[in-house]
């Protein structure tokens, strides 16, 4: 065992605090990895807050990993130390179920182990990337391209993953038209990698605040869901309406944005339970979706595809001290696009 600097929250609703965990040993297979930066994702909030129910403290978040890999196991094969690495948001699966062997370990049917706020193999809790260091399975780390700096990149691993996974698994591409419901951490992403697939993209927000930033980063258009006439004027437009935000929406009206066979897909978790009248769905065979981040070969396939396109979070860089302003901020919607923490400052 090791002792390392953290950040946690000792109780659920609790401010984080400076603190110390113990890391276990670098096993054959392990990976021990100096943590450069991590993201802040609305998922931490939701868990220190136990919006989706009850979790273990104290609670050291953080699935959203960028670093360097300074020792090795005897047995590692997949990375060596000075490895520029990732870990999002689980750090173990099953290995053996159907899913597990389609690259799928998401969806794991015995149960995934998270990368906090989970229980691993030995029966010990696991702490997340608001520390210094990291042990992890080499099979759960992946590589990031020298063409994304650390800072950029750690978003990536959860907030780039989970809408880049969607967009490929609903054949997003050239001829497509494609809704990003929210121009936040996810939203962002989903505006950059859905135009870099070729999409035509439009954004719908609450409001017009972001709209110059939308489109700059690649949105073909930028309506408010806030006007009436937005959900009448592009009744019908669209193949995909990616939904990012963690607020429950009014699904019936969004459906009536898709074209006949359109999907929404919901990324984003609401706390609080939704209504739909299903006629909706009837009419246009329209499907209502979910998806949940990536397995390890899609995210190393996302890290790849954002460097080849120069696709890196817009980030918000902030010492370790600052952390619950950061938590504050991002409940005020009060960040452009992400908040990064510098894991040196920890």
Known sequence: MSTVAAYAAPAPKAP???????????????????????????SDIHQVNEGWGEAIFPMVPGHEIAGVVVAAGSEV??????????????????????????GLEQYCANGNTMTYNGVDRNGDVTYGGYSKQIVVDE???????DALPLD????????????????????????????????????????????????????????LRKKDDGLKLGAHDYRSTGDPATFTELAGEFDVVLSTVSAPLDFGAYLG?????????????????????LFALLGGRKTLAGSMIGGIAETQEMLDFCAEHGLGAEIELIDADQI???????????????????????
């Open 139 to 145: 099979n759960y780390v992946v590589r990031i391209p």
């Open 16 to 42: 984080l605090e400076r603190t110390t965990i113990e890391r276990r040993e670098v096993g054959p297979h392990d990976v021990l990895i100096d943590i450069r930066f991590a993201g802040i994702c609305h």
């Open 324 to 346: 619950n302003t950061a938590y504050d901020r991002v409940q005020s919607s009060d960040v452009r696009y992400r908040f990064v923490i510098d894991a040196t400052t920890i």
């Open 77 to 102: 094969t997949r990375h060596a130390v000075g490895d520029r690495v990732g870990v999002g948001c689980m750090v173990d699966s099953c290995r053996e179920c159907e899913f597990c062997l389609r």
């Open 152 to 207: 950029v990149a750690a978003p990536l691993l959860c907030a780039g993953i989970t809408v880049y996974s969607p967009l490929r698994h609903w054949g997003v591409a050239p001829g497509k038209k494609v809704a990003v419901v929210g121009l936040g951490g996810l939203g962002h992403m989903g505006v950059k990698i859905a135009a870099a697939l070729g999409a035509e993209v439009t954004v719908l927000s609450q409001s």
């Open 257 to 277: 944005l898709l074209k006949t066979d359109g999907a929404i897909v919901n990324v984003g978790a609401p706390e609080e339970p939704i209504s739909l009248n």
